[in-house]
């Protein structure tokens, strides 16, 4: 299996996503394209850098995010913003910046291949 099919999947149904959000009745739901997209995100910017590269270093990249918004909690939350506004902002948050992972990872594939 090549590389880039794991990216070029995650972009499939990102759009199939996006199309249900429009024409359908999820917009009833109350759900963003990135409340549903975070986690098949981060399984593609997984498998994406483990097919690339032969080892996958998300692991660590969520364990750095994840220090990363407990700090930001802390300031946050103090701000007196709201715990569940700030965890879904953070969810958000967490799914564009698997994105950035996937589309950083695959320049550096395309360069580097």
């Known amino acids: 299996m090549q590389w880039w099919y794991w990216p070029l999947g995650g972009l499939l149904f990102c759009l199939i996503l996006i199309g249900a959000n429009q024409w359908t009745a ?18 593609v910017a997984h498998y994406t850098m483990g097919y690339l590269f032969g080892v996958s270093y998300i692991e660590w990249l969520l364990l750095l995010w994840f220090a990363f918004g407990a700090i930001l909690a802390w300031f946050l939350l103090q701000k007196e913003w709201g715990w569940r506004h700030f965890w879904h902002l953070y969810w958000q948050w967490s799914g564009l910046f698997g994105i950035v992972v996937i589309i950083v990872v695959m320049i550096w594939g395309f360069i580097n291949h």
Do not use: E, F, S
Request: hydrophobic letters at 60%; glycine letters at 0%.
């Open 26 to 43: 999820m917009k009833k739901l109350r759900l963003h394209v990135l409340d549903v997209v975070t986690l098949p995100v981060w399984i």
